[in-house]
């Protein structure tokens, strides 16, 4: 089945704890990105990555590391995880661009939600 | 600067209602790409619905539909005959040429939609 998936689905951690939540996409898309959803404020992006060894930031990107090893892997890192940012994470992944004549839409994980204490 | 503005943060009707959810937004690019995703009780994202600038076309998915308006800069979307299955948050979504070469999407704060039985 294809399919985006994250892990944990839910995460509980203290402040300055480092994290990793993993995403893992087997679509072999070439484009992922991370973002976090917020009440009232929609879905903001953290960083994104068009291909394996390339990332870029995107909105809100402070607080938070990725790495694109593998063109599957995409983790989220928190170095020092701090309470603003607990939040429902998502990750997503796509063939291609959204622009265009042949639409590829993104495929979403499932979400992780954590609190950071 | 991209804006998506979703003006009603939550709708309440009862079932069988039609319902419409409002979608305004602000671009300075020509070319651009509007989308609406849906988000169930359960936590993930769902696709429904792309829409290229230049295609004003309005479109019709079995009781869903999808009203663009270039003109008033609106990207409607109206649920004919609301089953209890419709509750979730949707949100609106955009892409524009600026930004589509970074595969970002600028999201709306989403509505709540609730269908009571």
């Known amino acids: 089945e294809a399919q985006v998936t994250q892990n944990p689905r839910y995460l509980i951690t203290v402040t300055g704890k480092k994290l990793t939540v993993t995403c893992s996409q087997n679509?072999?898309?070439?484009?992922m990105s991370w973002y976090r959803q917020d009440p009232g404020l929609g879905l903001r992006q953290i960083y994104y990555?068009?291909?394996?060894?390339?990332?870029d930031k995107g909105d809100v990107p402070e607080g938070y590391k990725v790495s694109r090893k593998e063109k599957r892997n995409f983790p989220l890192i928190l170095e020092s995880p701090s309470p603003n940012q607990t939040s429902l994470y998502f990750c997503a992944s796509s063939p291609r661009g959204l622009a265009g004549p042949v639409y590829n839409e993104q495929f979403f994980g499932p979400g992780t939600r954590l609190t950071v204490l | 600067a991209q804006k998506v503005t979703q003006a009603q943060t939550e709708i309440s009707v009862v079932e069988k209602e039609d319902v419409t959810l409002d979608c305004v937004y602000e671009?300075?690019?020509?070319?651009?790409?509007l989308f609406w995703y849906k988000q169930p009780p359960s936590g993930e994202l769902v696709f429904l619905i792309r829409r290229n600038s230049f295609d004003e076309q309005n479109e019709i998915s079995g009781r869903y539909s999808w009203n663009f308006q270039k003109s008033t800069s609106s990207f409607n979307f109206t649920i004919t005959a609301s089953q209890v299955v419709d509750s979730a948050v949707y949100f609106c979504?955009?892409?524009?040429?600026?930004?589509?070469?970074?595969?970002?999407?600028?999201w709306g704060a989403g509505t709540k939609l609730i269908i009571k039985p």
């Open positions: 979504a955009l892409s524009d040429d600026s930004m589509a070469s970074n595969y970002q999407l600028i």
């Open positions: 671009t300075r690019d020509t070319t651009y790409y």
């Open positions: 679509m072999n898309h070439e484009y």
């Open positions: 990555s068009m291909n394996v060894e390339v990332t």
